[in-house]
């Protein structure tokens, strides 16, 4: 069974910088399609960033030129690294293991993290 530990958030100031993990297990990691999402106080969960089993990412309009999210499936590591942050990126991040079809859409699987807290401000 996949189990997904996210890490890496904290307090930064707006314009910091910021790199979260997603520490998973399994063979089932490599062949699967990674997603973050995030939820912000009073708001819904919403996917900011995916990448696929092959490395090709997507973003969301928000984060589009802020933030890169990577993968390394010898270590089923995924990653997001969050630069140029604003108080509108403070929310609890998770990661997920899923799928995309051939129009670059994702489809997210049962595999949650735990989540991990980023809260921007001054």
């Known amino acids: 069974q996949v189990q997904l530990v996210e890490s890496g958030g904290g307090l930064v100031q707006p314009g910091g910088s910021l790199r979260l993990s997603c520490a998973g297990s399994?063979?089932?990691?490599?062949?699967?399609?990674i997603g973050w999402d995030r939820q912000a106080p009073g708001k819904q969960r919403k996917l900011v960033a995916h990448i696929t089993r092959g490395g090709s990412a997507k973003y969301s309009d928000s984060v589009w030129g802020r933030f890169t999210i990577s993968r390394d499936n010898a270590k089923k590591t995924g990653y997001l690294q969050m630069n140029n942050l604003r108080p509108e990126d403070t929310a609890v991040y998770y990661c997920?293991?899923?799928?995309?079809?051939?129009?670059?859409?994702?489809?997210?699987?049962?595999?949650w993290g735990q989540g991990t807290q980023v809260t921007v401000s001054s």
């Open positions: 997920n293991l899923g799928r995309t079809d051939y129009g670059g859409s994702y489809f997210p699987g049962d595999a």
């Open positions: 399994g063979t089932i990691f490599s062949i699967n399609a």
